[in-house]
């Protein structure tokens, strides 16, 4: 087994999930197995209760895992499912050593941080990279070096090193390069003292990732490989890029994928670059631009919408398109009107919770309905979009989902049979991959090509049977359901150009080569709203 760890310096949001998704590429082009694992510090079991701006969006795995963003990113650059044991948290790692405590198997013994806490963590690595049969398992640990709450994560890597031995294990440590504008020059002093912090844990690092907005001056590298006791050719410059999608050439460029072989000793194909350059080429040419409005209340934070914002990049790199995604504040579009969704081609509304900002997406929807502009809701967007029919053409005027408003007189979204009765919040939604049977002849057979889908899930509430003979009726057809045939997955309405939700979340299942259907054509039909214009 060869164990590749990235860790971080200085500051956090330095861009470790894309430096761990961008080396998993450089070996899986090589002909390797590749996987990856991401451990977050935090006391939390999983992601699933966090606001996401306090960590970004949840991402949902096809087993139900509620996991850290940078697992879609390696999703994403691998072309692969992960599970939710790949994400390791403080809070699982605990739970199980408590739990043994508890059934007696530490009889006689003092339960501590080393050695039962880093044993737990090393068998949760060990597990994984023997059951994907990895040939390298990439570990990034989150957070900075010297925060108080990694150090047990730490300590289990210079264990792992020890262990497996210098030849299988290989660290990467990525830190921020300043330049400070009044003297033009790039700092290396922020590195230099990272690099001490991971020094004093046990742990000098193999090579050096340092981000900085422009490429690493020749002096700066032979500075940090000079006082960090690094090999020059192993201080990696990490610019600005254009796009995510372009950090594994910009490495590979640099010979770190060769520099990787050379040190773990490991064998592989001659890397073929040649179907991503075609997706950056596509990317960064574009022949033509539409502007899609994305209305949410977590706008202020992008990262909070993180996979549209790539499934609509995905979609972009196939059509030769410029997506601009407007991003829109719904509570501003309940303050201010919509107005503010003046001149998009199209109109998205992402997932959510809450009745913060709700009437600001109904108003958005009904923008969309009304105007014959090209729209999808995912989620919450899906279920807004429903009461939003149920008000305005069903004549229900105080329609609504019992999730915003409990009384009621038309519950046409409710909670899910079996949520009544659910205490714990903590991953007891309806989650990950679901059958979806769709509706042959429909539109959304059209998009999707196949009348069976698996998509991933991630709510409580859904669209209530006793009303769907009646919007069915006035056209807002359900054309995808579950299995049993009373659980609605998609509606499209009819005489539209495009007016389509789903309950599940396609942006999750999005890959660079292969966008997601739904999101496709909504850009598909954005551009046909901008040419009719």
């Known amino acids: 087994m060869k164990y590749i760890i990235v860790t971080g310096g200085v500051i956090s949001g330095l861009g470790k999930g894309i430096t761990t998704s961008s080396i998993a590429k450089i070996l899986k ?16 079991y999983d992601a699933g209760t966090m606001n996401p701006y306090q960590h970004g969006e949840v991402f949902v795995l096809d087993d139900g895992g509620e996991v850290d963003l940078d697992l879609g990113n390696y999703e994403r650059f691998l072309d692969t499912n992960l599970t939710f044991d790949h994400n390791i948290t403080t809070g699982k790692v605990y739970k199980t050593v408590i739990e043994r405590e508890r059934r007696g198997e530490y009889l006689g013994k003092t339960v501590q941080i080393i050695p039962h806490i880093t044993e737990e963590i090393k068998r949760r690595i060990k597990k994984i990279a023997i059951e994907t049969n990895a040939d390298v398992t990439i570990i990034e640990i989150g ?16 264990q792992l090193w020890i262990e497996e031995g210098f030849r299988n294990v290989l660290f990467v440590h990525t830190t921020l390069v300043p330049m400070l504008d009044v003297v033009g020059e790039q700092k290396t002093k922020p590195t230099q003292h990272s690099v001490k912090e991971l020094r004093s844990l046990g742990i000098q690092p193999d090579i050096i990732i340092g981000r900085a907005k422009d490429w690493l001056h020749e002096d700066t590298r032979r500075k940090i490989s000079l006082f960090c006791n690094v090999p020059y050719e192993a201080v990696i410059s990490a610019p600005d890029a254009k796009s ?5 050439l910009i490495f590979e460029k640099q010979g770190l994928g060769e520099y ?72 501003e579009v309940e303050e201010k009107g919509t107005s503010l969704l003046e001149g998009v081609h199209g109109i998205l509304i992402p997932g959510g919770f809450g009745s913060r900002g709700s009437e600001g997406k109904i108003m958005a929807a009904r923008y ?4 014959n502009i090209p729209f999808l809701g995912v989620c919450f967007g899906f279920q807004l979009a429903v009461v939003e029919f149920a008000r305005n053409v069903l004549g229900y005027e105080d329609a609504n989902s019992t999730e915003l408003h409990p009384s009621t007189s038309y519950p046409v979204i409710d909670l899910l049979p ?35 889908i698996y998509e991933r899930h991630r709510h409580r509430y859904e669209v209530n049977p006793e009303f769907i003979e009646e919007f069915e009726k006035h056209g807002l057809h359900f054309s995808g359901k579950d299995e049993s045939g009373t659980r609605m997955e998609i509606f499209e309405l009819k005489d539209h150009i ?10 999750f299942k999005s890959r660079p080569l292969k966008p997601s259907p739904l999101h496709l054509e909504l850009v598909k039909k954005a551009l046909e709203y901008k040419r009719n214009q």
């Open 29 to 44: 082009v090589r002909g390797l197995n590749v996987t990856a694992i991401k451990i977050d510090p935090y006391l939390n």
């Open 143 to 158: 957070g900075t070096v010297g925060d108080m709450e990694s150090m047990p994560f730490l300590e289990a890597a210079r």
């Open 244 to 248: 995510i999608y372009e950090v594994p």
């Open 260 to 331: 990787i072989m050379g040190k773990l000793q490991l064998w592989g194909e001659n890397p073929d670059w040649k179907s991503w350059r075609k997706f950056l080429d596509n990317l960064f040419n574009p022949k033509d631009e539409v502007t899609i409005g994305i209305v949410g209340k977590y706008v202020h934070l992008k990262d909070s919408y993180i996979s549209h914002r790539e499934a609509l990049t995905h979609v972009a790199a196939k059509l030769r398109t410029k997506v601009n995604m407007r991003w829109i504040d719904s509570e």
């Open 368 to 371: 969309a309905r009304e105007n």
């Open 418 to 452: 079996e949520q009544r009765g659910v205490e714990n919040l903590g991953g007891t939604m309806r989650l990950g991959a679901q059958k979806v049977i769709i509706e042959r002849g429909s539109r959304a057979h059209r998009i999707y090509g196949k009348t069976v």
């Open 498 to 507: 495009f007016y389509m939700g789903s309950q599940f979340h396609p942006e």
